[in-house]
């Protein structure tokens, strides 16, 4: 599916993914660290000139930053 939509596939550290729920807390976003990957990912893509800022990106955060308090409680 990706090579027959010409996508792409990216990889983030756990730490890129949590730096990821602190960008999109700021935005009043309390994501799981699987919605914090995608802002990390998108970061990455638009860096490296893949996404472009006159295009749409939507990120899907499926998961509640409740769920891991305990990452939170170390100051992550």
């Known amino acids: 599916a990706l090579r027959a939509s010409h996508g792409a596939a990216v990889a983030v550290t756990d730490a890129d993914a949590l730096a990821g729920c602190a ?11 699987e919605g ?9 893509l638009a ?5 472009h800022p006159e295009e ?3 990120l899907f ?5 409740h769920k891991y308090a305990h990452l939170w409680a170390g100051g992550a």
């Open 56 to 58: 749409t990106v939507l």
């Open 23 to 33: 960008l999109l807390a700021r935005e009043g976003i309390f994501a799981a660290p």
């Open 61 to 65: 955060n499926t998961g509640s930053g």
């Open 47 to 51: 860096a490296a000139g893949r996404l």
């Open 36 to 44: 914090g990957a995608t802002a990390a990912a998108a970061r990455d």
